[in-house]
């Protein structure tokens, strides 16, 4: 049923959202399955957002603002029901876009398949991008983007994100106050750690026997195909000038680590 409810939110992300390109990209995971990702590139918005669901009913909605610089991954993580869980969980991580390495939306509004029904292989694996969030976003996220703002409202008060980038991102025209003064930081044993192996000094969720104390969950997210670039070919000799004929394609995981009050808010470690 919750699978069915997680399939529904995603016809309503791509049949909803005002967009000026859409593409439905059959992919295949380093599994060997094929998936569906659905590409959404906004250019009046500036933003691109990616769309699937995963094999085991988790659902994975990726947005970019590059006018604002902000990344953020969404995650719809279903009960187990066999384990005495109830309803689903929704994160939201959000991260300077500097390392994002999507290509523009006015590039990708460009892009059309030739034949749709072609199963894709990204070209090249971009490997793992560990992120160690430190705080509840809370109003931050609405003074950083109102796209991730809008993107990340089901999370509700699970929008995280690292204090460190708070610093990167440049002050908005009309916001007087300082982000760092609208986030709420995790606990100070939570942001601890060990100096000898670089790690918590608090218990992973993983480690953790007793559900009701806190820990470090950590979720993983890989994307298995995305346009990362752009690529160039030379022009005839006589003119000699290179023009775009192409895009290069890669792969990502993210492995995102956050505080959690009990271990039994970490789904993914019942």
């Not at 947005?63 to 309803?87: C, H, R, Y």
């Not at 009309?174 to 608090?202: C, K, M, R, W």
């Not at 218990?203 to 994307?223: F, G, P, Y």
């Amino acid at each position: 049923m919750e699978i069915f409810i997680l399939k529904i939110i995603l016809i309503i992300n791509i049949f909803i959202r005002p967009i000026n390109l859409q593409l439905l990209i059959n992919v295949k995971n380093q599994g060997g399955d094929v998936m569906q990702e659905n590409i959404t590139a906004n250019v009046s918005e500036d933003t691109v957002t990616l769309d699937f669901l995963r094999l085991d009913g988790v659902y994975v909605s990726q947005l970019v603002d590059f006018t604002n610089e902000v990344e953020a991954m969404k995650v719809i993580i279903p009960s187990e029901e066999e384990l005495g869980q109830s309803g689903y969980q929704i994160l939201c991580f959000l991260t300077h876009a500097a390392q994002a390495d999507f290509i523009a939306p006015d590039a990708m509004a460009k892009l059309r398949q030739k034949n749709p029904g072609t199963v894709r292989v990204a070209e090249e694996d971009k490997g793992w991008r560990q992120t160690t969030v430190t705080a509840w976003a809370g109003r931050a996220t609405i003074l950083l983007s109102p796209a991730a703002a809008k993107h990340c409202a089901p999370a509700y008060d699970k929008v995280y994100l690292r204090s460190a980038d708070l610093t990167r991102w440049a002050p908005r025209p009309g916001v007087e106050q300082s982000y760092t003064s609208e986030v709420t930081p995790f606990p100070a044993h939570a942001l601890s750690f060990d100096t000898s192996d670089g790690n918590p000094t608090i218990s992973v969720c993983m480690a953790e026997k007793d559900a009701s104390k806190d820990c470090i969950c950590h979720l993983e997210v890989c994307v298995n195909w995305y346009p990362c670039g752009l690529k160039y070919c030379k022009g005839k000799p006589q003119g000699g000038l290179s023009y775009r004929c192409g895009i290069k394609t890669c792969h990502r995981c993210y492995r995102y680590h956050f505080y959690v009050r009990r271990r039994d808010a970490c789904l993914n470690y019942m």
